[in-house]
């Protein structure tokens, strides 16, 4: 069955630097979301991504992140300068249309120190 | 803002017991409601999602209720296994058809 996925599983980072998280979204999908969770705390929605373009984002979402799928297959989350509350498991989702379910990937664990 | 909330306590249950989850939203009735399961460090995962013309849904062992009178959604897992052991979440869909708003999840722990 395809599935999405993530790499790395795991990401740390110093209070500063530019991290990229990466997505390989389920080959047939038309949109794609990045959704982050900090430990105990809700899934966050933070971006959507439709037609090469960001269809919505959330009040997280910052001049500091951006999105951007470079190859028609890869969907990447970009964080310029990373925070400590930055720190969080980030989720890429996607799904065939708009208003189904979301298929998430397992995850990326960042670490800011 | 559009706000969804779930009983964040622990809900522990004997094996083959019904467990029932609440899901309470604000405002607006979404038009879909969805459920996932999430395992420890892991990703959300679709169980089931409900429209608002629906009053019930059905899949193997689970059901799920949506009343927009009470602004609620309940989530049923009957005959619990151990395996059924993780936490659920409730999500509305935004306005828009994009985004998910998450509650906070009703950790579920079945006992042999």
């Known amino acids: 069955e395809p599935e999405v996925t993530q790499t790395p599983s795991h990401q740390v980072t110093q209070m500063g630097q530019e991290v990229i998280l990466r997505c390989v979204p389920i080959?047939?999908?038309?949109?794609f979301y990045w959704y982050r969770q900090i430990l105990g705390q809700k899934v966050e929605f933070l971006v959507s991504?439709?037609?090469?373009?960001?269809?919505?984002k959330s009040e997280i979402f910052d001049d500091q992140f951006s999105v951007e799928r470079p190859d028609g297959s890869n969907f990447t989350l970009k964080i310029r300068s990373t925070k400590l509350e930055d720190s969080a498991m980030y989720f890429c989702?996607?799904?065939?249309?708009?208003?189904?379910?979301?298929?998430f990937g397992p995850g990326t664990r960042l670490t800011v120190t | 803002s559009q706000k969804i909330e779930q009983n964040s306590e622990a809900l522990n249950i004997q094996e083959g017991k019904t467990a029932t989850l609440t899901c309470n939203y604000t405002?607006?009735?979404?038009?879909?409601l969805q459920w996932y399961r999430q395992d420890p460090g892991r990703g959300p995962v679709f169980l089931l999602l409900i429209r608002e013309n629906e009053k019930e849904k059905r899949k193997e062992r689970l059901k799920v209720t949506f009343d927009t009178t009470l602004k609620q959604s309940l989530f049923h897992i009957t005959a619990s296994q151990p395996a059924d052991s993780a936490t659920y979440l409730c999500?509305?869909?935004?306005?828009?058809?994009?985004?998910?708003?998450f509650g906070g999840g009703t950790r579920v722990l079945v006992k042999p």
């Open positions: 080959s047939n999908h038309l949109y």
């Open positions: 405002n607006y009735s979404p038009a879909y």
């Open positions: 991504f439709y037609n090469n373009e960001i269809s919505e």
């Open positions: 999500a509305r869909l935004g306005a828009a058809g994009n985004k998910l708003t």
């Open positions: 989702a996607s799904t065939p249309g708009g208003a189904y379910e979301q298929y």
